[in-house]
């Protein structure tokens, strides 16, 4: 058997890229997967594990821009810039710009409840063959919030989502404290979402390889992708470090390094790298009885097996991987504001991974007009793994020559040229 060839072939090795080999595995294809590292290594792996159903608000929306900017020059805050001179990035944000109005903002926030919704069922169906070793329990997720203003906002959400089906339960300060005992004196309420799930994300994405490895999927690592073949409106082979792979279709599930791969192709895929940075805390003096969401901060914790990790920041960085220290105290600060006895802790573990964000906040998921057997997978933003092995499935089903949803133009990888 040629391990070089194979029926579909996927680059990367993220949450996406997996959940897409095991499911066309699972339905029969010969499924080789192409890894510039280790399993994971994007922004897969060390992410705060959560399904969040609830949080259905693209990446553009109202009022975005300005919050932006208030928090542009503050080296601690949740949001950060690397301004450089390439013009596809100044176009990305010519593109945002345009998206942070109130029409689409309410158009994607409906799409995103229609596939939260579904991707929370297919996590369930997971989680019955295998939760039990990645950690996932349906805890729901608690908001917690400092300033009423945001609380009012917190609650007409919770209000859009119930009619959606994704119930929660509002609780007042004194309340919320009952609720989690980590909760400082200076939140002034919560809203918790009873829909919304975790896991332990390294966890998920070892147990999701092995399955696919069980259906006979090959994942290779250390694997960088550095060009294509193409002849006939075809990709015909795949270049890697470890030599020519070749697949009837292949899958790009690039993450943050879609862009490139577009390029080497002749495609235009707007994929920007959002740098998130999280820490992780073992064995801590203090922990959290759920996973949390710092509202005004918008910084997540998540209870891990003997340990606590707190995630935060976006920065609009490309594909550079540099840790700003100043990124990394302001998260602890940030979380310190919500829960005070998180603040002494001495993190050991710091991880940082590119976000794929699109411009208009909603996933790429599709076929190439212009190269046939070419589908692209990932732009989640922060949904990744909310929505991975949701994309597992309805790739698979493009992988099929079937369709996948009434919104299928909607997230075509062909929208921004067409």
Not at 74 to 81: E, S
């Amino acid at each position: 058997m040629n391990e070089k060839q194979a029926d579909v072939l996927i680059v990367g090795a993220g949450v996406v890229g997996l959940s897409v080999a095991y499911y066309a595995a699972s339905a029969g294809a010969k499924v080789v997967v192409l890894e510039r590292g280790e399993i994971g290594a994007g922004c897969s792996s060390g992410n705060a594990g959560l399904i969040v159903p609830s949080f259905f608000e693209p990446l553009p929306g109202p009022g975005v821009i300005a919050e932006g900017l208030r928090h542009f020059f503050d080296q601690d805050g949740f949001f950060g810039m690397r301004m450089r001179p390439d013009p596809r990035f100044l176009f990305w944000l010519l593109r945002f710009a345009r998206r942070c109005n109130r029409k689409d903002f309410h158009s994607s926030s409906e799409l995103f409840m229609r596939l939260n919704h579904e991707g929370v069922l297919v996590h369930r169906e997971l989680a019955r063959l295998g939760g039990g070793e990645y950690g996932f329990n349906q805890k729901g997720l608690l908001y917690l919030f400092l300033s009423g203003k945001r609380f009012v906002q917190g609650r007409e959400r919770a209000a859009r989502a119930m009619e959606s089906g994704f119930a929660s339960e509002v609780f007042s300060g004194d309340e919320v404290r009952d609720v989690e005992p980590a909760a400082g004196r200076a939140v002034v309420g919560g809203i918790r979402f009873l829909t919304d799930a975790a896991l332990d994300p390294a966890k998920f994405l070892e147990w999701l390889a092995r399955q696919a490895a069980a259906w006979g999927v090959q994942i290779m690592t250390e694997t960088e992708v550095f060009d294509f073949q193409v002849s006939r409106n075809r990709v015909n082979s795949v270049l890697t470090t470890k030599g020519e792979f070749r697949g009837d279709q292949v899958v790009l599930a690039g993450g943050a390094w879609l862009a490139p791969l577009g390029r080497r192709l002749g495609v235009n895929l707007p994929v920007e790298g959002g740098k998130g940075v999280s820490q992780t805390f073992s064995k801590p003096k203090m922990n959290v009885r759920q996973p949390l969401i710092l509202d005004e901060h918008h910084v997540a914790v998540s209870p891990l097996s003997n340990a606590l990790r707190i995630t935060g920041a976006l920065e609009l960085s490309g594909l550079d991987l540099t840790i700003n220290p100043d990124r990394v105290r302001g998260i602890q600060r940030s979380a310190g504001r919500y829960l005070p006895l998180i603040e002494p802790l001495h993190p050991s573990q710091i991880w940082r991974g590119l976000r794929p964000c699109t411009p208009d906040g909603l996933p790429l998921v599709g076929r190439l007009h212009a190269l046939g057997n070419v589908i692209v997978a990932g732009g989640h933003d922060t949904k990744g793994m909310t929505l991975g092995p949701l994309t597992g499935q309805y790739v698979t089903r493009l992988l099929a020559g079937q369709a996948f949803g009434d919104f299928e133009q909607r997230l075509s990888p062909s929208r921004f040229w067409l």
